[in-house]
Nanobody, 122 residues
């Protein structure tokens, strides 16, 4: 089917930067929305940033002005550049993609990456 493979993440000091990437592969006809969620310990999963095929973006208020989401449609890849990181950004980050499969383009399927840990030390 479809796999989303994330890379990036790790440990950084507060004020630092990290970048994440997520590449989708498999029986893909096209990808609509892509983006990133995160889940911090003891908290619910929250949307971080999303981006449409046309490049329209949306961000959670907590990351606006600090994070930038982008995508390369030719590579089926979404990116998240995270600047001015804060300890409260510590979480597991998951990418997602709404995919139309080659055998059923009339339906959208939602896929998730395996998650990557981002830890920001104070």
């Amino acid at each position: 089917q479809v796999q989303l493979v994330e890379s990036g993440g790790g440990l950084v000091q507060a004020g630092g930067s990290l970048s994440l990437s997520c590449a989708a592969s498999g029986s893909i006809f096209s990808i609509d929305a892509m983006g990133w969620y995160r889940r911090a310990p003891g908290k619910q999963r929250e949307l971080v940033a999303g981006i449409t095929t046309g490049g329209s973006t949306n961000y959670s208020d907590s990351v606006k002005g600090r994070f930038t989401v982008s995508r390369d449609n030719a590579k089926n890849t979404v990116y998240l550049q995270m600047n001015s990181l804060k300890p409260e950004d510590t979480a597991v980050y998951y990418c997602h993609a709404a995919v139309r499969l080659g055998g059923n383009i009339g339906r959208l399927y939602l896929y998730w990456g395996q998650g990557t840990q981002v830890t920001v030390s104070s």
